[in-house]
């Protein structure tokens, strides 16, 4: 059974930042590439990056570029995503997902979400 | 970015019904590089169908999809109470991976 267990709800300041995890096995960790996504209130997920955890190899949507950082524990097969500059508009539930398999970036395993709530 | 419209935006049906579901791609697909999400309120989307038409582990044979270039079709053949949901679909042909705005599914 593939788990992927996140970090618990955040709320945040305008201009500060968050960082939330999500733990799988090693084998996962080891395997797949790990996927970023959120979700707004009403609206469709929006991919906003990927890693390979092994080789530490990022790669951003292009309107997160800057914002967003994608890294990767090995000795706790634990990966994180950072978003900086937080504005209102980021409120969301931020979810990780795994690659379906190699090199398929469509996503049968998804953590439980994180909500990420952005307010003065 | 390859931009995915869904329609219709929300469909009103009753249990038994047949449904079909849209999904237009700004630009083509190569090689139907495209998924399709169930989605319930405080849920993960849940996936039902990769590469246009193939379902996903555990998916009732009800469900199937087709389409190829740009436009895509979910369908399902008879609706049952469990599957009143919203429906995303999702192309993987180009990064970065993008989703369509979704379309509900009510009861009647």
């Known amino acids: 059974q593939v788990q992927l267990v996140q970090s618990a709800s955040e709320v945040k300041k305008p201009g500060s930042s968050v960082k939330i995890s999500c733990t799988t096995s090693?084998?996962?960790?080891?395997?797949?590439?790990l996927n970023w996504l959120r979700q707004a209130p009403g609206q469709g997920p929006e991919w906003m990056g990927d890693?390979?955890?092994?080789?530490?190899?990022?790669n951003y949507a292009q309107r997160f570029q800057g914002r967003v950082s994608i890294t990767a524990d090995e000795s706790t097969s634990t990966v994180y995503m950072e978003l900086s500059s937080l504005r209102p508009d980021d409120t969301a539930v931020y979810f990780c997902?795994?690659?379906?398999?190699?090199?398929?970036?469509?996503?049968?395993?998804w953590g439980q979400g994180t909500l990420v709530t952005v307010s003065s | 970015e390859i931009v995915l419209t869904q329609s219709p935006g929300t469909l009103s049906l009753s249990p038994g019904e047949r449904v079909t579901l849209s999904c237009r791609a700004s630009?083509?697909?190569?090689?139907?590089?495209l998924a399709w999400y169930q989605q319930k309120p405080g849920q993960a989307p849940r996936l039902l169908i990769y590469?246009?038409?193939n379902r996903a582990t555990g998916i009732p044979d009800r469900f199937s999809g087709s389409g190829s270039g740009t436009d895509f079709t979910l369908a399902i053949s008879r609706l049952e109470p469990e599957d009143f949901a919203v429906y995303y679909c999702?192309?993987?042909?180009?990064?970065?991976?993008?989703f369509g705005q979704g379309t509900k599914v009510d009861m009647k």
């Open positions: 630009q083509s697909l190569h090689s139907g590089y």
């Open positions: 890693i390979v955890p092994i080789f530490h190899m990022a």
């Open positions: 999702q192309q993987y042909d180009t990064p970065p991976w993008t």
């Open positions: 090693g084998e996962t960790f080891r395997s797949y590439s």
């Open positions: 997902a795994r690659d379906y398999t190699v090199k398929a970036p469509y996503f049968e395993y």
């Open positions: 590469g246009a038409s």
